[in-house]
Nanobody
Framework: QVQVVESGGGLVQPGGSLRLSCATS????????MGWYRQAPGKERELVAV???????NYADSVKGRFTISRDVAKNLVFLQMNSLKPEDTAVYYC?????????WGQGTQVTVSS
């Protein structure tokens, strides 16, 4: 069992920034990948950014150059720094811990970009 807990969401104006945090109960190096996903109302959940245990990173095209995924391996934390936020970034953001056998999800944190 792996616990995954997100924090850091909120309301921000267009062009603003937020940093999301994800805490996991398991050593990050033992998890195949840690990722951030988001789901907007009426839409499917989509991948935003992912970092593997080896440090490889991938981003969705829609967030490249604006979002940065990083980690603190000593504290088993993964972060998503979101800059230049747009209204279309509004969604519930979920942290995912992907093991070989299964995936674990957090409860989600709401990000709302609005003036």
């Amino acid at each position: 069992q792996v616990q995954v807990v997100e924090s850091g969401g909120g309301l921000v104006q267009p062009g603003g920034s937020l940093r999301l945090s994800c805490a996991t109960s398991r050593n990050i190096f033992s998890i195949y990948s840690m990722g951030w996903y988001r789901q907007a109302p009426g839409k499917e959940r989509e991948l935003v950014a992912v970092i593997t245990s080896g440090g490889s990173i991938n981003y969705a095209d829609s967030v490249k150059g604006r979002f940065t995924i990083s980690r603190d391996v000593a504290k088993n934390l993964v972060f998503l720094q979101m800059n230049s936020l747009k209204p279309e970034d509004t969604a519930v953001y979920y942290c995912n811990a992907q093991l070989v056998s299964r995936a674990y999800w957090g409860q989600g944190t709401q990000v709302t970009v609005s003036s």
